[in-house]
């Protein structure tokens, strides 16, 4: 795991300098070293976070057959078996990386070498040969790949920091970016970022950049959508799910450093950390097995008795992390500044502060949950999506089944609001598309401090269209492919800030192509999510977290934190919207803060804190809105 960068001098050679600067920029990525080289017009640069082969003969840039150069960043998990098809194929390799089995794999395979791994990944490999660089980033985005191209040069990196730093200051935003941030806490949606010059590799993607005319082509190389429906048995799939998450989590335990887990007390690190357990328990080999937690005071918050479930049945050790307002105001700008881009809450922090306790305990590599949320229908507006199928399907009996469900597992009433509620299913599965975009525009309403105007802001309309309730896998495909990139960029910035490699075994390919070829009711049916999830891992983990129904993950008492410093918070709602303006309405954000903390609606609290966190990242890189 490691931090890249590269620059192509349009109009001279590049510069040693500049390239080292950018590598600086992230010398938390790679703590263990850095190198750079030059090739006329062009740079290249790495900071090396050492997890496979810690000789230095695998440091980067590499070099390979006297043709091909890399700078990478990420793992490829089945380095192994691709090494021994390569071997067999005539290779040989000097190294035990899987940076050189990846050159070698594109010496062999070209541009397709990236159909032949798994793993999560952002790399450059210039040839030399052919005066082209060849740019990639992995099928879900787990790794990230930015670039630029203005009238003097074309620049990657790994974060967006190294770019700014071939440009003067102010910066300028990208204003219809940060609009859809502040109104509806979109980020990382697709190519856009926070500023107006500066894109994203998107998830699954190629660039090619051709030295000899300046230019560069990006194109799709990964498609989930390709993958057809398969209406097997629930118990196959349960089998399915079994034997696909215990490989992936046995391939990212390789590692020639330590290993630890992230767990907070719900179903997916608790399952992580129960499934490594038993692999190393199947090795027979003596281990120690680390977890890191977030844990907090406020009864609501508070998982830690899902948390001793897990650690009595693993016999793991627990460290644990409690973060509090006090400490989220004290870090507010090197949090900012590491993150790159705005937060859209205080829940980012408590994963900031796991990984720095991670990093205390001398633990290197890091599973975590993410990405399972997404495909195993793990939010509540997945209720939703299968109450619409089950109407637009006329299966009426099993619809109020699955509400009664809902609310007696919940021990809630909030679905049932009775004919009214179920006129509105009925609407929203058989009103046409078209219709429903036409009524959206005319019923747009203020949202918080924001006009209607800034709620109909194309960003968010078009964000929002990716999400359709009719349609199962677009729906999920959207959450893999919107939702989850948000978390993705957090996840690797709050990891490597501490200089810790994240793995993510939800998103082994693999694995997400037989979750996403599942029906929905594989995933979501008796009033419970991640229901193939359940059944595959009963037995592995304790029954109090295979039958939990609440979910928290990485959250934190916000609300609570705001309604208890509602002065503090007043005074930095003030500042923030002064240096937003005029995205911000300085004196309609102070009534709309005023009334909430009048009416104790501080449910509202992830509104403000965008607002504050986003002039923070404003003053700190200096952005022109």
Known sequence: MCGICGIVRLKEDAKESEVRAMMDAVAHRGPDGGGCMLFGKLGLGHRRLSILDLSEIAFQPMRYRNRYTITYNGEVYNYIELRAELVSLGYTFATDSDTEVLLAAYDRWGEDCVNHFNGMWGFCIYDEQAQKLFCSRDR???KPFYYTKREEYFAFGSEIKQLLLLEDAP???????????????QLDYSARTMFQHIRQLEPGTNLIFDLKTNTYRVSRWYDLM????????????VTAFRERFFDAVRLRLRSDVPVGSCLSGGLDSSAIVCVINRLLRESGEPFEQHVVSACFNEPQ???????????????????????DVTQVLAELDNFTWHMDEPLT??????????????????????????????????????????FIELIRNFRFLRLEREIKLFNERRKTAFYSSGLRFRTELAARAFTPDFLKQIRRKRQ???????????????EIQSFRDCFDFKRPRRFIHANLYRTLMALLHYGDRNSMAFSIESRLPFLDYRLVETLFAMPLSHKIRYGLTKRVMREAMRGVMPDLITDRQSKLGFS???????????????????????RLSPL?????????????????????????????SAARWAEIFQAEI
């Open 444 to 458: 747009v309403a203020s949202v918080g401090p924001y006009s209607a105007d800034q709620v109909r802001n194309p």
């Open 345 to 386: 809450s205080t829940s980012h922090y408590a994963q900031w502060c796991v990984y720095r306790e991670a990093h205390a305990q001398g633990l290197t590599v890091m599973l975590d949950g993410q990405g399972s949320d997404e495909q195993l229908a793990g939010y509540t507006e997945f209720f939703e999506l299968m």
């Open 226 to 237: 390709r993958i057809p429906t398969k209406h097997a048995p629930f118990s196959e799939s």
């Open 556 to 578: 934190t008492p916000e609300e609570e934190w705001m309604r208890t410093n509602p002065a503090q918070f007043r005074e930095l709602l003030e500042r923030s919207a002064k």
């Open 171 to 185: 910066h300028p935003a990208d204003r219809d970016a940060l609009t859809a941030f502040l109104v509806a806490a």
């Open 140 to 142: 879900f985005g787990v």
């Open 584 to 612: 911000v309405d300085y004196d309609r954000t102070l009534a709309w803060y005023d009334e909430i903390v009048r009416t104790d609606r501080f449910r509202e609290c992830h509104v403000i804190w965008r607002i504050i």
């Open 301 to 323: 918050y508070d998982e830690r008795a899902y948390m001793d479930a897990v650690l009595a049945q693993t016999g793991a050790i627990s460290h644990r992390t409690f973060p």
